[in-house]
C-alpha cells in the first residue's frame, strides 16, 4: 500500500504545478490526436470490387447493387458477395478457408486472398488505405 500512496502523492505535487493553460494545451492536443486518428484512419468508402482470377482482372463490380459472382479457378468456383458499399467471399474450395474468413471488407484497399485458388478481391476507392498491393 505504500506504493499506492507514494505514487498519489507524486501526482498530487505534480498536479499543483499545472495551471489553466496547461490544462487547456492538454486538452487540446488530446482532442487534436482523437479527431486525427477518427478522420485520417480509414480506409474510405469503395467505389467498385476488382475481382482477380489467376493473376487476371477477372471483373470489376460496382458496389451499388447487390449480386453474386462466380469465379472459376484451378481447384473449383470461388462465390463473391457483393452489397451496397461492402463484398466478401462467401465461398471458396480452398482447404483454409481464410479469405471467407475474412468476412465483409467495407473499406477502400481491404483485401481478401484465396491463394489456393488464385482468386483474390479488392476494393477499390478514391481514399485507399495502401497506394498499391501485389501477390
Not at 75 to 88: F, L, N, S
Not at 116 to 133: C, H, I, M, T
Amino acid at each position: 500500500m505504500s506504493r499506492l500512496a507514494d505514487l498519489r502523492a507524486w501526482l498530487a505535487a505534480w498536479v499543483a504545478y499545472l495551471r489553466v493553460g496547461d490544462v487547456l494545451v492538454l486538452a487540446l492536443g488530446l482532442g487534436a490526436s482523437a479527431a486525427s486518428a477518427l478522420v485520417l484512419w480509414q480506409g474510405g468508402a469503395p467505389d467498385k470490387a476488382v475481382i482477380k482470377a489467376g493473376g487476371r482482372v477477372f471483373a470489376e463490380v460496382d458496389l451499388s447493387a447487390p449480386r453474386i459472382v462466380e469465379v472459376p479457378g484451378p481447384i473449383g468456383t470461388t462465390r463473391i458477395e457483393i452489397q451496397p458499399g461492402r463484398a466478401r467471399v462467401a465461398a471458396d474450395p480452398g482447404p483454409r478457408q481464410y479469405c471467407v474468413r475474412q468476412g465483409w471488407l467495407h473499406s477502400a484497399g481491404a483485401v481478401a486472398i484465396c491463394a489456393p485458388n488464385e482468386v483474390s478481391l479488392s476494393l477499390s476507392g478514391r481514399n485507399a488505405a495502401y497506394d498499391s498491393l501485389n501477390y
